[in-house]
């Protein structure tokens, strides 16, 4: 029964993406030091944690791992910036095929409850309290491509330049890699006269309501994309209430999720 749910969670073609990215373990000649672990049993009970939500301490040891290990594990591998390498090699097998759309790229946020730690601020529209905001930039279908993590009381607008800039270079079809999209779609609150006039610079055309003016619902063919993205993310039981006192490692869990979130479309291509 492990041995199914552990293939389901980290399938074989996933694990073959994974494993060139993993620090390599090297044994001290004096001896001693920390023993090799399962890397892929770690893997996968960091995926287990990521999908069902649970906590660490509850982590079933039949995956051949203590939560103690996988927990160690993660945060080195957090610190390695594994998640975000993992997110550019899917979007880059995405990329080969043709299976990135740049017509356009689309942002919006979402908010979650919190206790306490870095990344967090009291929430204006549930009652002041604490909470975290997830920012995401997809592509026209709505693929995260950028994601970032803020306090709750931070505006929508301030990630809107950190988040275009995290766009990673993919691999193309053909030609050389891409990190541009041809325009860029939002809701008002990310309007300003300084970004509009930043995003034309380098050449992306704004396409964001303009306060007063437009309304947001005129965006609606296009927002269901990232709010459907926005879905598949809090599909990931982890990521709906925040536990992790340090920012980092929510954000680790975020980068995780898109990562697997782009796997499923690969995964599709490949059957």
């Not at 766009?167 to 053909?174: E, F, H, L, V, W």
């Not at 303009?210 to 309304?215: D, K, N, Q, T």
Request: aromatic share 8%; hydrophobic share 40%.
């Amino acid at each position: 029964m492990v041995v199914g749910l552990s293939q389901r969670l980290v399938p074989d073609e996933l694990w073959s993406l994974v494993a060139p990215l993993l620090p390599s373990f090297t044994s001290r000649p004096q001896g001693g030091g920390t023993a090799p672990v399962d890397e892929r049993a770690a893997f996968t009970a960091v995926v287990y944690v990521l999908t069902s939500g649970c906590a660490w301490r509850h982590l079933p040891e039949t995956f051949g791992v203590s939560p103690a290990t996988a927990h160690r594990r993660f945060s080195a591998w957090t610190k390695d910036r594994l998640w975000r390498r993992l997110h550019r090699a899917v979007l880059d097998e995405l990329g080969a095929r043709g299976e990135v759309d740049w017509t356009s790229a689309i942002v919006d946020a979402a908010s979650v409850r919190t206790k306490k730690g870095s990344l967090t601020g009291r929430n204006p529209v549930d009652r002041g309290k604490k909470g975290s905001k997830l920012h995401v930039l997809s592509d026209a279908q709505g693929l995260p491509l950028a994601l970032g993590v803020s306090g709750a009381n931070v505006h929508d607008s301030q990630a809107l330049l950190p988040l275009v800039l995290g766009i990673p270079a993919i691999r193309s079809r053909r030609g050389p890699r891409r990190r541009r999209p041809g325009r860029l779609r939002a809701d008002k609150a990310y309007h300003s006269a300084e970004r509009l006039k930043w995003l034309r610079e380098r050449g992306i055309v704004p396409r964001i309501a303009r306060p007063g003016i437009e309304s947001s619902e005129r965006l609606g063919r296009h927002r269901w994309k990232i709010e459907r993205s926005i879905s598949w993310l809090f599909g990931y039981r982890r990521l709906t209430v925040r536990y992790e006192r340090k920012g980092s490692h929510f954000l680790a869990f975020l980068g995780l999720a898109a990562a697997l979130t782009c796997y499923k479309k690969l995964a599709k291509l490949t059957t």
